[in-house]
């Protein structure tokens, strides 16, 4: 199941659109920014129906 998420960069505070994969069970990756292309990592959390997103600089 694919859920689209608007999130804000934690380095160039610009939004931006992730498309998630909720099929996949918990996930932390990291994807660059699509406006600076800084490394982003993405924590997602979800029990296939309900799920939570939280962003941050690599280094954070």
Do not use: K
């Amino acid at each position: 199941m694919l859920e689209s998420q608007v999130y804000q960069c934690p380095y160039c505070g610009e939004s931006v659109e992730a498309l998630l994969d909720l099929s996949a069970g918990d996930q932390q990756y990291i994807e660059d920014c699509q406006v600076c292309c800084c490394p982003i990592v993405f924590d997602l959390h979800t029990d296939g129906t309900d799920w939570t997103l939280d962003v941050r600089g690599e280094n954070d």
